[in-house]
């Protein structure tokens, strides 16, 4: 395949295992946090991965921006392997793939000033000069909205929303292709989150951007998305077109976060499915479907069986009721 053909980002079967001690006398065990996640990223387009807490999507994202190392499967960027251990890969990953956190007040230095902040990456990983590296930072500053005289300025001097530009800012400097972005508006007030989903969807389209972006809210995910993966405990339980998953949700479970979902538009107005019960602890994940006990569909084959994710042609599930429903595609 050439590089033009191959998909931007391309992981299979994705898998994170964290060895976690239990005690003195218990055996060591293992947290699967990420266990087995596929997807295709194209250019300029949006992944986005929702789940409650702890199903495993900050693990994903630093798994894509190679934080941390997967304990299994496979990554490429335009075909190439972005797991290998050599210089080239290595590259790769410093500069085309960047990540933008939640926090905005945790994530910036309280000690550098914007400038220095931004340029920081230049430093480590290009030879401009001082002159060039200032040059790129304003410019890259006023894309993001910031104001060239906050060159000097620190970061306690922002409000949240404007932290969160100078985060964005810091992950452009390297002209990346892909932002991975985790909970990047989960800290601001509504009103500001607008404002900084706005500004990453115009940037999208003037540098061609492709994001994964990492929401526990759908209802944040629905303008931004094209593609929606929907996690449970360490796996993709449904994923489709955001239209499929907005007004066609399949899965229980996106079913139920939906429906916590506001949404502004009548015809969408759902009943709302209250999910009742714990999420399930990865650490001891029940047989059978992770899903159900709390899913209002279970049968004894969910208590049992742990389902497959199934490609319907509209969306990709895993689910025993809607298998029995529906015709997979072979
Ligand atoms: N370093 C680690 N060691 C052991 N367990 C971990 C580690 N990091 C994450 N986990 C566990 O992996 C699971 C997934 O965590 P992760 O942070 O990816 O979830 P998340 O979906 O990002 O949640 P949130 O919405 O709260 O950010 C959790 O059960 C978490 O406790
Ligand atoms: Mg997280």
Do not use: W
Not at 201 to 215: C, R, T
Not at 242 to 257: C, D, G, R, S, V
Not at 287 to 311: I, M, S, V, W, Y
Request: glycine content about 6%; charged content about 25%.
């Amino acid at each position: 395949m050439s590089e033009q053909q191959a998909p931007l980002l391309h992981a299979v079967d994705l898998k994170k295992y964290y060895p976690v001690k239990q005690g003195m006398f218990k055996p060591e065990a293992e947290v699967k946090a990420l266990d087995g996640v596929s997807f295709t990223l194209e250019r300029g387009k949006t992944l986005a991965v929702v789940g409650e807490s702890g199903c495993g999507k900050s693990t994903l994202g630093r798994l894509l921006t190679m934080i941390e190392v997967p304990t299994g499967g496979e990554l490429t960027f335009q075909g190439q392997d972005l797991l290998k251990h050599d210089p080239a890969a290595e590259k790769l990953r410093r500069q085309k793939i960047q990540i933008v956190f939640q926090n905005p007040y945790g994530s910036l230095n309280p000690r550098k000033k914007v400038g220095q902040i931004l340029e920081e990456p230049l430093i480590i990983n290009t030879d401009l000069s001082a002159k060039e590296r200032k040059e790129r930072a304003l410019a890259i500053m006023a894309k993001v909205g910031l104001k060239p005289e906050q060159y000097d300025r620190y970061p306690h001097m922002f409000s949240g929303g404007q932290r969160q530009r100078i985060a964005i800012a810091r992950g452009l400097m390297l002209n990346p292709e892909v932002v991975v972005a985790d909970e990047p508006v989960s800290a601001l007030d509504v009103s500001v989150q607008a404002q900084v989903l706005n500004l990453m969807m115009d940037l999208q389209d003037e540098l061609g951007l492709s994001y994964v972006f990492i929401s526990h809210d759908l209802s944040v995910v629905e303008h931004i998305a094209d593609e929606v993966m929907v996690m449970y405990l360490g796996r993709c339980v449904e994923q489709g077109s955001k239209e499929q998953i907005f007004a066609n949700p399949q899965h229980p479970y996106t079913q139920a976060l939906l429906s916590a979902t506001p949404r502004l538009d009548p015809e969408y107005r759902r009943e709302r499915i209250k999910l009742t019960g714990e999420l399930p602890s990865p650490l001891n994940p029940p047989k059978g479907c992770a899903f159900h006990a709390r899913c209002r569909f279970a049968t004894e084959r969910c208590n049992q069986e742990q389902p497959k994710l199934k490609d319907y042609g509209d969306a990709l599930i895993a689910c025993h009721v809607v298998d029995e429903q529906k015709q997979a595609v072979v």
